[in-house]
């Protein structure tokens, strides 16, 4: 990775809806390069994909909360268990495991408090292998969905 394909990062990274036209124009690169370098940056991972950024309260999606897990067992299948059952609830936004305890951070969104004892008692606390939950609530967004730096 050059600094070129790093602009095209940044670049992406601050609207994705870029043509390839007006990404070529952005970062001072004739247009058949740049095509070429975007697809080599899909088709090696490094760009993952596109999608709207959409604004949770908009949905109805006004409570988020953050949930640890310390799993009774660290075995391979018990891990294998426990992370393919959270693939499964969609109010799990995002799903960390960590070193040490709690072994995962769990970012959950819901509509309200009611609607997140409703997922925390019948779902995340129904997980595979879990010993405990530890929930508390975010207060407010600070960061989120920082570009990476470049």
């Given amino acids: 990775m050059d ?3 790093r602009k095209i ?13 007006e990404l070529a124009e952005r970062i001072g690169l004739s247009l058949s390069p740049c095509h070429r370098r975007v697809r080599a940056l899909e ?5 993952r994909g596109y999608r709207a950024d959409i604004e949770p309260s908009a949905l109805g999606l006004d409570f988020s909360a953050i949930v640890f897990v310390t799993l009774r067992e660290g075995n391979r299948q018990a891990v294998e268990a426990f992370e ?9 936004v995002e799903a960390q ?9 769990l970012h959950v969104i819901t509509s309200d408090l009611p609607a997140f004892q409703q997922l925390y008692d019948e779902r995340l606390s129904a ?14 967004r600070v960061v989120q969905d920082r570009p990476f730096p470049l």
Avoid: C, H, N, W
């Fill in 97 to 105: 495991r960590l070193f040490g305890e709690p072994d995962y951070l």
């Fill in 9 to 21: 990062l940044a670049a992406l990274q601050a609207d994705g809806r870029l043509s390839v036209t």
């Fill in 43 to 47: 088709q090696s991972g490094v760009i």
């Fill in 127 to 140: 997980l595979p292998s879990v010993q405990r939950l530890t929930s508390t609530l975010v207060m407010k």
């Fill in 84 to 92: 393919a059952a959270v693939m499964e609830i969609p109010q799990v």
């Fill in 3 to 5: 600094k070129i394909d």
